[in-house]
């Protein structure tokens, strides 16, 4: 399988500030890259759909002014949590997919005090 | 509405005692169902795709099986380090024309030495 890092893989920060996560598919060209976010014990919640040098498509309940999402090449998106609250805490999972094929990054844990 | 369900919420079984985890599904223009393993802390790991049903694959221990309705996950005289959360996903068509991915809660599954 494809190898997906993100970067950091664990970040603790103030409220109010801003916090970019990065994902990037290491032997993998991403034509689509999926944004999740996972609470404790629940599953994956999709925030947001990008394609390669588009605008991301964001799920509803999900502000795209508060997750500003860059996909700017095959193999690097970012996730920007901007005026980051506590209750942004979660895991982000970044998911680099083209065609019938979906990999997973090893997810970024945020907290936010 | 565009759904999957995944039983039970949790498992513990003794090791080599086999079991089946449940995923039934509703969803317009099924592509595919996903099976992964996440551990905790860590992003899905694949483990099968399954595209009609009647399909069957199998990895080890694990066995995937799919009907209209809903896929099986078989675990063989499971052992210890089988222990994880189990998701399912389903891909299927929006009304836009493109693909969505919704996934399931999972089932954590624990096997006792």
């Known amino acids: 399988g494809a190898v997906v890092s993100q970067h950091p893989s664990r970040v603790i920060c103030k409220s109010g500030t801003s916090v970019k996560i990065e994902c990037r598919s290491l032997d993998f060209q991403a034509t689509t890259m999926f944004w999740y976010r996972q609470f404790p014990k629940q599953s994956l919640m999709l925030m947001a759909t990008?394609?390669?040098?588009?605008?991301?498509?964001?799920e509803q309940g999900v502000e795209k002014d508060k997750f500003l999402i860059n996909h700017a090449s095959l193999t690097l998106s970012t996730l920007t949590v901007t005026s980051a609250h506590p209750e942004d805490s979660s895991f982000y999972i970044c998911?680099?997919?083209?065609?019938?094929?979906?990999?997973f990054g090893p997810g970024t844990r945020l907290t936010v005090l | 509405e565009d759904q999957v369900t995944q039983s039970p919420e949790a498992l513990r079984l003794q090791e080599g005692e086999s079991s089946s985890l449940n995923c039934s599904y509703t969803v317009s223009g099924l592509r595919g169902l996903f099976w992964y393993r996440q551990d905790p802390g860590k992003g899905p790991e694949f483990l099968f795709t399954?595209?009609?049903a009647g399909e069957e694959k199998e990895k080890e221990r694990l066995k995937a099986t799919l009907t209209k309705k809903e896929s099986f996950l078989h675990i063989t005289a499971p052992k210890p380090e089988d222990s994880a959360t189990y998701l399912c996903a389903v891909q299927g068509l929006t009304t836009s024309g493109t693909y969505k991915y919704i996934f399931g809660t999972g089932t954590r599954l624990k096997v006792l030495a």
């Open positions: 990008s394609n390669e040098g588009s605008k991301a498509t964001y």
């Open positions: 399954l595209y009609s």
């Open positions: 998911s680099p997919t083209g065609g019938d094929t979906q990999y």
